[in-house]
């Protein structure tokens, strides 16, 4: 079963690498984006690698796959590369609703509160976004970033927030477009749906939502120049969520605890911008360092390996009693035990 083994230790070895890694965005207060990617990509690279060098190998040395290893490799590429392919289409299929939803619903006629963002967008160089309504009796805001900017709200916020703080939602959706957020976090479901067995890699998603949330915060309040009236509207979704007896309802992607930091931040004065830098040195040194050593361990691995088969083979030949680990995988030792059970007859 050497493929196989070589493979299983590989996801191994991509468990151990990503899971220590997804430790690290905890630890950064902003900034958390590229370390995040680092860490959701790098079970990835380490698989593909793998799966290039067993191919390459058995290629190069003329060898073949029989039987249970045969069966058993295939199996676990066929997991491992299907959940890849797997998540891909999902993903796609998200990007053409993404797409296509935001368009189905009526546009909001108020051109007055729609042009209150013309300056942050002319500051921006980003174009004006369309408004649209959702026509559901709950809070709700998106923001649809793919083809034409665009800005959806819920019939609730039009009928429960005063002018500051529909102002002041609109500002917070724009800064989700002005950020990317949304070509990031589809980007970033790519690797965690690829890797769904690991459990961290929907974590490090969870904490590239919540500093999507979070970043969002003050530069929607630096664009309407009112933290207030945004921690207001956020006030008034924690009240229709108790009132309802219903989970604290999200503004985005925020859990409860989420936006009970929002708030405290908005309130508080603390809705600040995070540096970038931490993260970024973090995520660089993770790459640095898992380029200069995984490459060369997964073919030391392999040769391992070899060289206990050649190992194991050569002890089988010799009818010796074979003391091998591998036994078990290699089916040695069960032969050597009917030749020498013939052998004292």
Do not use: I
Not at 23 to 46: D, E, K, N, T, Y
């Amino acid at each position: 079963m050497m493929g196989f083994q070589f493979l299983l230790g590989s996801l191994a070895l991509a468990a151990v690498l990503s899971g220590g890694a997804a430790l690290l965005p905890r630890r950064v207060p902003a900034g958390g984006r590229p370390l995040g990617f680092v860490v959701l990509g790098l079970p990835l690279f380490v698989l593909g690698l793998a799966t290039a060098h067993l191919l390459g190998w058995y290629g190069a040395d003329g060898a073949s796959l029989h039987g249970w290893d045969q069966v058993g490799s295939l199996g676990l590429r066929v997991v491992l590369w299907g959940s890849v392919s797997w998540a891909l289409m999902r993903n796609l299929l998200r990007l053409r609703t993404a797409r296509r939803l935001p368009g189905s619903w009526p546009a909001w006629g108020h051109p007055a509160l729609a042009q209150s963002l013309a300056p942050a967008c002319e500051r921006w160089k980003f174009p004006l976004p369309r408004l649209r309504v959702l026509d559901t009796p709950s809070p709700a805001a998106m923001g649809g970033w793919l083809g034409e900017p665009t800005v959806v709200v819920s019939r609730w916020l039009l009928e429960h927030l005063d002018g500051d703080e529909l102002e002041a939602v609109l500002a917070h959706e724009l800064a989700h477009l002005l950020r990317r957020g949304g070509t990031v976090l589809w980007v970033a479901r790519l690797p965690r749906d690829s890797v769904w067995y690991l459990p961290w890699a929907g974590r490090t998603f969870e904490l590239l939502e919540t500093e999507e949330e979070l970043e969002a915060d003050p530069l929607a309040a630096k664009l309407t120049g009112q933290s207030l009236a945004l921690a207001s509207a956020l006030g008034r979704f924690t009240e229709y969520g108790l009132r309802a007896a219903r989970a604290l309802p999200t503004f985005g992607s925020s859990s409860g605890w989420v936006l009970e930091e929002r708030l405290r931040r908005l309130v508080e004065g603390q809705a600040r911008p995070g540096s970038g830098l931490a993260g970024s040195l973090l995520a660089g040194g993770l790459a640095a360092a898992t380029w200069r050593v995984v490459p060369p361990y997964l073919p030391a691995s392999a040769a391992a390996l070899l060289r206990v088969l050649s190992d194991c083979t050569l002890l089988a030949g010799a009818d010796r009693k074979l003391s091998c680990p591998w036994a078990a995988w290699l089916r040695v030792q069960p032969a050597m035990d009917r030749a020498q059970s013939g052998g004292g007859t």
